[in-house]
């Protein structure tokens, strides 16, 4: 298992993901964690790449947030698809 410290390049698209359809929903932080019943250090220590997020974490994040987990896994793909791209290039 890896450390804390040495999330999974998954883990780190997901948690990007996040952070982008959160903004594109114009939610932020504070507002995100409140709607997931969290307190803000649970997203702030994700946001940071210090833990990754658990499947659960997505699923009510998405539901925070109006769109599907799927939605979630889907711009971590593409963002993975992009990385693969510019290294192409």
Do not use: C, H
Not at 6 to 23: D, G, H, K, P, Q
Not at 31 to 57: N, V
Request: charged share 30%.
């Amino acid at each position: 298992m890896k450390k804390n410290t040495e999330l999974s390049e998954t883990s780190v698209r997901l948690i990007r993901a996040v952070r982008a359809e959160a903004a594109r929903a114009g939610v932020s932080t504070p507002e995100l964690a409140k709607r997931i019943g969290r307190d803000r250090k649970f997203l702030y220590d994700r946001f940071a790449m210090k833990l990754p997020f658990s499947t659960d974490d997505l699923s009510d994040i998405a539901k925070a947030l109006n769109v599907t987990p799927e939605t979630l896994i889907r711009s971590a793909s593409l963002d993975a698809q992009a990385g693969r791209q510019e290294q192409a290039a």
